[in-house]
């Protein structure tokens, strides 16, 4: 159950945290590590699985904004165990940091280490709690401008553009304290849905899921208790259904498929009322995660249509529906579509008066890519796409191209209707009214049309 | 603390070392933490700040908890490496230990376990025994972790100390942490050791299932993997056992999910009853398929997982295919475990929705997992006699887009259909007929000759298809070469008219005197013979009916499968292989180094490290692992074959490489074997430095046990610390099989030195044509390198001798090593250009006083002690460069058990 090493290595292979807990790996491991991963070809898979074994040393590694956050063991270890362990470092260091890159590791490096040394003792795990970690850590942080700020996790997002989100807080530090040395009583509640949706070359749903995670990130002094309040009318297992029934689900409230909690929350009543109770530790974390394949509203019909026009030419026409209300607003979009390999050439053509999107080819992929700044509710769109060829076709171009494919972000806004009716944090004072967030917002994760 | 950390990586102009020791004198606190910070800072770049351990350790004594981790964290680093000075520590550690802070006392118990230095160790017992019994809980369960350090140092001293009981007690510790370190500690000396230390009885059990409500999610997966372990007595047990585990599957951490998962499937192993099983499978569901919303690493993990439990309780999954359904944005890795799992769990129920996916799956973009994916059809055609036949239409349609790839892999699984389905589906062989001049892949070829030749009678012009094939028939591949000599004689026997009989005369011509594969002679041989004595037995032999296959092609044996179930949530589970296939937890193939710790420093990147280090370590008895499974284990002993790299790896251009030119072949002693034959696919080489003539050589010998002719030899030396490279081509002409040739190959000095600390090692890496790069490590022996010139005079010897501080003296001693006479001594060491300079008695032993010259004119002092006729040599150098003194012991050890 024990790991070896660990160490964080950036994009290019550098070194910037090493840390060996039992000296039985050979020197040299960082650099096998990296050229493993650069020149991955067994079995042809580009990508390198997350676990790999060379010369008997067991490489375990996660990438986490674009850093390589690594692992080895000879042992038998349990694998979930170490991948979470990474992410919970990161994660750690991250509220600690506030933002992490590789800057921000270079400036703290007498921190991590320090921090290392707790989470981790002769390779085993000790805590990955950052409010446990408190006690035993005494250097502080020294915090970096999050300029180029890349989005370690989907609350991020919050970050961009929305005036109402207030938002540094999400790369603030846990730790430290506000110039001033105050901190701001506040605690954030974020509602994030990833979406998966699968249409028919006909527009049929073939398949749905979503995968939601209400995640905590508390700046609460004191560390009150929380009660945290979900529909009534929640239901949790399908019972005996499976998932290709959806007849029987519209109608009667939420139906969450699985979901399981962080440990620090109290589930005494949750049966009874649906609310959830804890005292929130220190740092950012998932309070409950679930899952869904109750069939929801999907929030964009897409209808894509190809028109052959000689043995030389298409015409590719693609239409998107805001399929929710117009007071919310979807940003930053991106359509995809692979063309067929013989494509050549392809010229757009954007409805009149169309403003913040943009269209592109990618010559090298054939990828067709239209990108939206954003799309408010109840709107459509269409992109026509005239394709040149460089050679005739065999017969059946949607063979060859497609499916579509959409990312999206939708704030303020959830698929699921599960909601937070209430927060609520137990008083000390009167006077005692800490700032509370509780934000929306969809993804999409797979979100794919069939042609 | 004020500013950035990143200061402490700037240097200055004035010697750093000496600043910084006046700066970790001074009297001011601030300045002296500041100090110790930039230490740490040069020692995670690598940079060598040994020196200052003294001036380090004097910090350790303060309250103040941040410069006291920054100096312990130095001692760590340093302490193996100035063993006589980590004693100056000792007091503070045992002071420490005592500390009213909790936090110091576990702080120095931790920090104590982490140095392996025996001294160190000594003193670590009686503060250990106190801090495991502490009042504090961190204390408690750092100390029990320090348990595990010191059996890892000294096993006997844990069991001698009574240290296994005082660990057992903290099981029942009232403090989940501690429980859970305790247990992780007993669990590790259990592994590493034979007799029974920690067997979980019932009032364990009771206790540690107790503990698990109350502790940490990491210290659930240390107990629940701990429990597994454990066989329940009764059914009633284990389902007992299963009530109590059951609720983690609620955790977040898919960690303890899927140790509890583990446990469950253990326990329902005894568990009679089938409605508790039935319930069991059914409550398990939801939270396996919750584990693959995780990250897609996690979902890796859980995805191989999966593929285990289903191949031993299918129903569990039997309703969930669609979750297995890709997405778009899978990685590969992820999609291509999904695909194996919806094979099996394709059922004549769903099979309609999958073929739906696969053929979706079939247009997309990447290679790899479009061929699997079409792959997959075949195999949904294989086991599910039902529905083979849409399987067959869908990859119709497929082969109809005419995408090349997409056809090559049609045709081989359609000729595995037909395997299955023998008289079934012929119909569709004119279809397939047509794609016949697009096949160029091996492996498509034959598929398609196999099917030409066994349905020989019913396609109209099948020996002109085959006639096709055998212009190329001496360029094509073994695989191809094989099927058409086959398929020939199939066509033959089915259709004895002239057409034929000439194909098969070329074929059978072809076969046996135009090749070299002993495989398609053999065969050759045997259809020819057969079909001259006897056509009647030919047709029997050759058109029997072969038995009908069924889709194994990824089922594992049942055993393998057992052992691999109890390893769920283990890396068994994601290799698929037992564990003695990949865990060599061999401490001596380590090569430690002292500052193995922090030596790959941040700044120092890439050019300080030794990158051929691990490919060019001697191989380990597994070779690689694929964590993608492949059933049929991999070649024994595989050493990283990357040709290409070869130039890279050595930092050096490939230009550098000097090829082969005219053989010599001297002959000597012989030379330890450097590449064995086994791991060098048949070729062995030895090697050793050497010195003839005032040259250094690199004495070499190729011997070929392969069945091939090697030739374009050519060898390469990464940086070392005596920069040895070759001075010229390494000789030798194309190696026959079964023979063997001898080098000399000519060396230099200094041309291309590594930096860092000074190492023996000598990495070398030996191409030719025919195999892939090897690489190995050799000693460089330093007699090897000592001058003809090193002869001093008795005055300058002396003069020498004082001049250099007692901290250039090193002493080794040798308990092992017999001196027969001094004489001898002397004349085995001047052959190798140690020079004597003069010898005296002290009492009854024997001091030899000798000299030689490292190149770049070094001097090398020498004093050796011994008794004549006594085991035991004591031996002292002093020179300008002490660091290298250890390579000296090394020669000396050398020459002398010769």
């Known amino acids: 159950m024990m790991i070896s090493q660990f160490f964080v290595l950036s994009q290019r292979g550098d070194n910037i945290v090493f840390r060996d807990y039992r000296a039985e790996v050979p020197?040299?491991?960082?650099?096998?590590?990296?050229?493993?991963?650069?020149?991955?070809?067994?079995?042809?898979?580009?990508?390198?699985?997350?676990?790999?074994?060379?010369?008997?040393?067991?490489?375990?590694?996660?990438?986490?904004?674009?850093?390589?956050?690594?692992?080895?063991?000879?042992?038998?270890?349990?694998p979930s165990l170490v991948l979470e362990l990474l992410q919970r470092i990161a994660r750690v260091i991250k509220d600690y940091l506030g933002v992490l890159n590789e800057d921000s590791f270079r400036k703290n490096f007498v921190l991590v280490y320090e921090l290392l040394d707790e989470v981790i003792d002769f390779g085993y795990v000790q805590t990955t709690s950052t409010e446990v970690l408190k006690s035993y850590v005494f250097n502080e942080p020294i915090v970096v401008a999050p300029t180029r700020l890349q989005p370690i996790d989907p609350a991020a997002i919050f970050t961009q553009g929305a005036k109402r989100m207030p938002g540094t807080a999400v790369t603030k530090s846990v730790v430290a304290n506000d110039p001033g040395g105050r901190r701001r009583e506040e605690i954030f509640v974020d509602i994030i849905e990833k979406i998966s949706v699968t249409f028919s070359s006909s527009g049929y749903i073939l398949t749905s899921e979503i995968d939601g995670t209400i995640q905590m990130k508390s700046y609460l002094s004191g560390n009150p208790e929380i009660r945290l309040a979900?529909?009534?009318?929640?239901?949790?297992?399908?019972?005996?259904?499976?998932?290709?029934?959806?007849?029987?689900?519209?109608?009667?409230?939420?139906?969450?498929?699985?979901?399981?909690?962080?440990?620090?929350?109290?589930?005494?009543?949750?049966?009874?009322?649906?609310?959830?109770?804890?005292?929130?530790?220190?740092?950012?974390?998932?309070?409950?995660?679930?899952?869904?394949?109750?069939?929801?509203?999907?929030?964009?019909?897409?209808?894509?249509?190809?028109?052959?026009?000689?043995?030389?030419?298409?015409?590719?026409?693609?239409?998107?529906?805001?399929?929710?209300?117009?007071?919310?607003?979807?940003?930053?979009?991106?359509?995809?579509?692979?063309?067929?390999?013989?494509?050549?050439?392809?010229?757009?053509?954007?409805?009149?008066?169309?403003?913040?999107?943009?269209?592109?080819?990618?010559?090298?992929?054939?990828?067709?890519?239209?990108?939206?700044?954003?799309?408010?509710?109840?709107?459509?769109?269409?992109?026509?796409?005239?394709?040149?060829?460089?050679?005739?076709?065999?017969?059946?171009?949607?063979?060859?191209?497609?499916?579509?494919?959409?990312?999206?972000?939708?704030?303020?806004?959830?698929?699921?209707?599960?909601?937070?009716?209430?927060?609520?944090?137990?008083?000390?004072?009167?006077?005692?009214?800490?700032?509370?967030?509780?934000?929306?917002?969809?993804?999409?994760?797979?979100?794919?049309?069939?042609? | 603390m004020s500013g950035h950390d990143s200061k402490y990586f700037s240097t200055t102009k004035k010697g750093e070392i000496p600043e910084l020791k006046e700066e970790l004198n001074s009297q001011y606190k601030d300045k002296r933490k500041d100090a110790v910070k930039k230490v740490i800072a040069a020692m995670t770049v690598g940079k060598d700040v040994s020196s200052l351990f003294t001036d380090v350790v004097n910090c350790m004594q303060t309250e103040n908890l941040e410069l006291k981790k920054l100096v312990y964290l130095y001692l760590i680093?340093?302490?193996?490496?100035?063993?006589?000075?980590?004693?100056?520590?000792?007091?503070?550690?045992?002071?420490?230990?005592?500390?009213?802070?909790?936090?110091?006392r576990a702080l120095a118990v931790r920090t104590m376990g982490c140095i392996r230095v025996d001294k160190i160790t000594e003193y670590l017992c009686d503060p250990l025994q106190k801090c495991l019994k502490d009042d504090d809980p961190y204390v408690r369960k750092t100390a029990a972790i320090c348990?595990?350090?010191?059996?890892?140092?000294?096993?006997?001293?844990?069991?001698?100390?009574?240290?296994?009981?005082?660990?057992?007690?903290?099981?029942?510790?009232?403090?989940?942490?501690?429980?859970?370190?305790?247990?992780?500690?007993?669990?590790?000396?259990?592994?590493?050791?034979?007799?029974?230390?920690?067997?979980?009885?019932?009032?364990?059990?009771?206790?540690?299932?107790?503990?698990?409500?109350?502790?940490?999610?990491?210290g659930q997966v240390f107990i629940l993997d701990a429990l597994s372990r454990y066989k329940a007595a009764d059914p009633r047990e284990a389902e007992n056992i299963v009530e109590r585990v059951t609720p983690r599957l609620q955790h977040a951490n898919c960690a303890v999910v899927l140790s509890a998962v583990k446990m469950i499937l253990q326990q329902m192993e005894l568990i009679t009853s089938t409605d508790v099983i039935r319930n069991l499978c059914k409550k398990m569901a939801p939270p396996l398929v919750t584990l693959l919303s995780a990250e897609p690493e996690i979902q890796y993990v859980a995805l191989r997982n999966i593929?285990?439990?289903?191949?031993?309780?299918?129903?569990?999954?039997?309703?969930?295919?669609?979750?297995?359904?890709?997405?778009?944005?899978?990685?590969?890795?992820?999609?291509?475990?999904?695909?194996?799992?919806?094979?099996?769990?394709?059922?004549?129920?769903?099979?309609?929705?999958?073929?739906?996916?696969?053929?979706?799956?079939?247009?997309?973009?990447?290679?790899?997992?479009?061929?699997?994916?079409?792959?997959?059809?075949?195999?949904?055609?294989?086991?599910?006699?039902?529905?083979?036949?849409?399987?067959?239409?869908?990859?119709?349609?497929?082969?109809?887009?005419?995408?090349?790839?997409?056809?090559?892999?049609?045709?081989?699984?359609?000729?595995?259909?037909?395997?299955?389905?023998?008289?079934?589906?012929?119909?569709?062989?004119?279809?397939?007929?047509?794609?016949?001049?697009?096949?160029?892949?091996?492996?498509?070829?034959?598929?398609?000759?196999?099917?030409?030749?066994?349905?020989?009678?019913?396609?109209?012009?099948?020996?002109?298809?085959?006639?096709?094939?055998?212009?190329?028939?001496?360029?094509?591949?073994?695989?191809?070469?094989?099927?058409?000599?086959?398929?020939?004689?199939?066509?033959f026997l089915?259709?004895?008219?002239?057409?034929?009989?000439?194909?098969?005369?070329?074929?059978?011509?072809?076969?046996?005197?135009?090749?070299?594969?002993?495989?398609?002679?053999?065969?050759?041989?045997?259809?020819?013979?057969?079909?001259?004595?006897?056509?009647?037995?030919?047709?029997?032999?050759?058109?029997?009916?072969?038995?009908?296959?069924?889709?194994?092609?990824?089922?594992?044996?049942?055993?393998?499968?057992?052992?691999?179930?109890?390893?769920?949530?283990?890396?068994?589970?994601?290799?698929?292989?037992?564990?003695?296939?990949?865990?060599?937890?061999?401490?001596?193939?380590?090569?430690?180094?002292?500052?193995?710790?922090?030596?790959?420093?941040?700044?120092?990147?890439?050019?300080?490290?030794?990158?051929?280090?691990?490919?060019?370590?001697?191989?380990?008895?597994?070779?690689?692992?694929?964590?993608?499974?492949?059933?049929?284990?991999?070649?024994?002993?595989?050493?990283?074959?990357?040709?290409?790299?070869?130039?890279?790896?050595?930092?050096?251009?490939?230009?550098?490489?000097?090829?082969?030119?005219?053989?010599?072949?001297?002959?000597?002693?012989?030379?330890?074997?450097?590449?064995?034959?086994?791991?060098?696919?048949?070729?062995?080489?030895?090697?050793?430095?050497?010195?003839?003539?005032?040259?250094?050589?690199?004495?070499?010998?190729?011997?070929?046990?392969?069945?091939?002719?090697?030739?374009?030899?050519?060898?390469?030396f990464n940086k070392n610390t005596f920069g040895l490279a070759a001075a010229g081509p390494l000789q030798i002409q194309p190696l026959h099989p079964g023979t063997s040739a001898r080098t000399l190959l000519p060396m230099v000095l200094f041309q291309n030195m590594s930096a860092g600390p000074p190492s023996s090692l000598l990495q070398v890496a030996v191409k030719n044509n025919q195999q892939p790069v090897w690489y190995f490590t050799d000693k460089i022996i330093l007699h090897a390198l000592f001058g003809e010139d090193g002869r001093m005079e008795r005055g300058a010897f002396l003069e020498t001798w004082r001049s250099l501080p007692d901290s250039n003296e090193v002493l080794k001693e040798f308990p092992g090593i017999t001196i027969t006479s001094v004489e001898s001594t002397i004349e085995l060491l001047t052959a190798f250009n140690m020079f004597f300079i003069a010898k005296r008695k002290n009492g009854n032993q024997d001091v030899i006083y000798l000299s030689a010259k490292v190149p770049r004119d070094v001097p090398f002092l020498i004093e050796l002690t011994a008794m004549v006729g006594q085991p035991g040599l004591k031996c002292a150098v002093k020179t300008p460069t002490p660091e290298i003194a250890p390579f000296f012991f090394e020669a000396v050890e050398l020459l002398f058990k010769a």
């Open chain 1, 27 to 78: 020197k040299g491991s960082t650099e096998t590590f990296f050229r493993k991963v650069k020149f991955w070809k067994e079995d042809g898979n580009a990508e390198a699985p997350p676990i790999f074994n060379v010369d008997g040393v067991n490489y375990f590694h996660v990438k986490v904004v674009g850093l390589y956050f690594v692992a080895t063991t000879r042992v038998n270890v349990s």
């Open chain 1, 230 to 451: 979900l529909n009534e009318d929640l239901n949790i297992g399908r019972g005996g259904r499976s998932v290709y029934d959806y007849r029987s689900s519209s109608g009667s409230g939420v139906i969450l498929d699985d979901c399981n909690f962080h440990e620090s929350v109290r589930l005494d009543s949750f049966d009874s009322d649906r609310t959830l109770s804890l005292v929130p530790p220190d740092g950012e974390f998932p309070v409950m995660n679930y899952r869904m394949t109750q069939e929801f509203k999907p929030p964009f019909h897409v209808n894509t249509l190809i028109e052959e026009a000689g043995r030389l030419k298409a015409e590719v026409i693609i239409k998107i529906r805001a399929e929710f209300p117009s007071d919310i607003v979807a940003n930053t979009i991106i359509v995809q579509m692979p063309l067929p390999n013989y494509t050549s050439r392809a010229s757009f053509e954007l409805e009149p008066g169309a403003a913040g999107q943009r269209t592109d080819f990618k010559e090298s992929s054939k990828m067709l890519e239209w990108g939206l700044k954003k799309i408010v509710g109840g709107a459509e769109h269409t992109l026509r796409a005239k394709l040149t060829f460089s050679q005739e076709f065999h017969g059946n171009i949607t063979k060859e191209a497609g499916p579509v494919s959409m990312t999206f972000t939708i704030p303020m806004y959830n698929v699921s209707k599960l909601q937070v009716k209430y927060l609520q944090i137990a008083k000390k004072s009167s006077s005692y009214n800490p700032y509370r967030w509780v934000r929306y917002v969809t993804q999409a994760n797979s979100y794919v049309a069939r042609i």
């Open chain 2, 77 to 104: 680093n340093y302490a193996k490496s100035q063993p006589d000075l980590a004693i100056l520590a000792v007091n503070t550690f045992v002071k420490d230990s005592q500390d009213p802070n909790p936090l110091i």
């Open chain 2, 147 to 218: 348990v595990a350090k010191l059996f890892d140092i000294n096993a006997e001293l844990v069991e001698d100390r009574g240290f296994l009981e005082a660990l057992k007690d903290l099981i029942s510790d009232n403090n989940p942490m501690v429980v859970a370190n305790a247990v992780a500690a007993l669990a590790e000396i259990q592994e590493n050791s034979t007799s029974p230390i920690f067997e979980i009885n019932s009032t364990t059990l009771t206790k540690l299932l107790t503990a698990l409500n109350e502790c940490t999610e990491w």
């Open chain 2, 307 to 491: 593929n285990l439990i289903v191949q031993k309780r299918p129903t569990i999954l039997a309703h969930e295919i669609k979750v297995f359904f890709c997405k778009y944005n899978d990685p590969i890795y992820v999609k291509m475990e999904k695909l194996e799992i919806m094979i099996k769990l394709a059922s004549d129920r769903n099979i309609d929705q999958v073929l739906l996916e696969f053929k979706e799956y079939a247009t997309e973009v990447d290679v790899d997992f479009v061929r699997k994916a079409v792959r997959a059809i075949g195999r949904c055609a294989i086991k599910l006699e039902r529905a083979a036949e849409r399987c067959i239409s869908v990859l119709l349609e497929l082969i109809k887009i005419k995408v090349n790839y997409v056809v090559q892999e049609a045709i081989i699984v359609i000729k595995d259909i037909f395997r299955r389905y023998p008289n079934t589906y012929e119909s569709i062989i004119a279809t397939l007929c047509e794609s016949l001049d697009t096949l160029d892949e091996p492996e498509a070829k034959a598929s398609m000759i196999w099917i030409i030749g066994e349905y020989a009678e019913r396609i109209d012009n099948a020996d002109e298809l085959l006639e096709s094939f055998l212009e190329s028939f001496p360029e094509e591949p073994a695989q191809v070469q094989l099927q058409l000599l086959t398929a020939t004689v199939k066509l």
């Open chain 2, 494 to 716: 089915k259709k004895p008219t002239e057409g034929p009989q000439q194909m098969i005369q070329i074929v059978l011509n072809n076969a046996t005197v135009e090749t070299d594969n002993p495989d398609l002679r053999d065969r050759a041989y045997i259809y020819w013979r057969l079909l001259s004595t006897d056509p009647e037995a030919a047709k029997d032999v050759v058109l029997a009916e072969k038995p009908v296959i069924t889709d194994d092609s990824n089922q594992l044996e049942p055993s393998l499968l057992d052992e691999l179930l109890a390893n769920i949530s283990t890396l068994s589970s994601v290799y698929h292989k037992p564990p003695e296939a990949f865990v060599t937890r061999l401490k001596t193939t380590v090569q430690k180094t002292e500052d193995e710790d922090f030596a790959e420093g941040s700044e120092a990147g890439y050019s300080s490290g030794n990158p051929v280090d691990s490919a060019a370590s001697p191989p380990t008895t597994t070779g690689n692992i694929h964590p993608a499974g492949r059933q049929p284990a991999p070649a024994p002993a595989v050493p990283a074959p990357v040709p290409d790299l070869l130039g890279d790896l050595m930092g050096l251009d490939n230009a550098a490489i000097v090829p082969v030119d005219e053989p010599t072949t001297p002959s000597g002693p012989p030379l330890p074997v450097v590449v064995p034959a086994a791991a060098g696919q048949g070729l062995q080489i030895s090697a050793q430095l050497t010195r003839k003539d005032g040259q250094v050589f690199y004495s070499m010998l190729f011997e070929n046990n392969s069945q091939a002719v090697l030739d374009g030899f050519m060898i390469q």
